[in-house]
């Protein structure tokens, strides 16, 4: 049985970090959303896809919205190219969308039992190929940052890959991710970490110590 909170351990090493002071306040909140609202608009199929996750389930969407926000913020802080910070935006956006296929009741759950950690582990590849059914044509770094948002340096899943075969950006989503579901209002806990709380126990469980540096630097990062 594994509880909600339950965080693998990594290191993610090779991540680019900026040089001291050269990190650029990049997340504008209202600028930020509007972006991925106008690059959902773009598409009918990528549109389609978040309105499932939204009509699965309204928390879904505001944590995909949110970690699509802040990978693309942190991506361009760190000095990824514009078309690779747009990648970083679609795979947060994407990288959670199998749970539309999870039972509901998951949703609440405290404790997931083995029945659970079977759909749990499963969905980042079966994340990928139902959103490369539904979106033909995304890049494939797309699809590589959902396949790979929960492996931690051996220790994750589904695959347990080492960090050195990961992509950056994978990197990036994972750990912006984390960051925001333990900021986040849930469910099935009575409170949420505060931003340092939640960088603190990143840096601990041995997330991307890189990507922690750059959300404690970024002024705009709200929770």
């Known amino acids: 049985m594994l509880h909600r909170t339950t965080l693998p351990r990594s290191r993610h090493p090779g991540v680019r ?5 050269s990190c650029r306040p990049a997340l504008n909140k209202e600028w930020s959303h509007l972006v991925t609202l106008e ?3 773009s598409r ?20 995909v919205m949110r970690v699509a926000e802040l990978a693309a913020a942190v991506a361009r802080a760190m000095g990824f190219s514009p078309e690779e910070v747009e990648l970083a935006r679609l795979g947060g956006l994407l ?11 998951m949703i609440a759950k405290p404790f997931l039992d083995a029945d659970d950690l079977v759909i749990v582990r499963a969905h980042p590849v079966l994340g990928a190929d139902l959103v490369r059914e539904r979106i033909p044509g ?8 959902i396949r790979e948002h929960h492996e931690r340096d051996g220790a994750g899943y589904p695959f347990g890959l080492p960090n050195g075969e990961l992509h950056p950006l994978s990197r990036v989503v994972a750990c912006v991710e984390c960051f925001a579901a333990m900021t986040e209002r849930r469910p099935y806990r009575t409170a949420s970490l505060t ?15 890189t990507v922690a540096r750059i959300l404690s630097r970024l002024p705009g990062v709200v929770v």
């Open 17 to 21: 970090e900026p040089a001291p002071g």
């Open 39 to 41: 690059i959902l608009h």
């Open 44 to 63: 009918r199929e990528l549109d389609l896809a978040v309105r499932e996750m939204r009509a699965w389930d309204e928390s879904l969407y505001q944590h």
């Open 95 to 105: 990288h959670d969308f199998a749970k539309v296929t999870w039972p509901r009741e």
């Open 138 to 145: 995304l890049d494939p770094v797309v699809l590589r940052i």
């Open 195 to 209: 931003r340092e709380e939640a960088l603190k126990h990143i840096i601990a469980d041995g997330l991307d110590v």
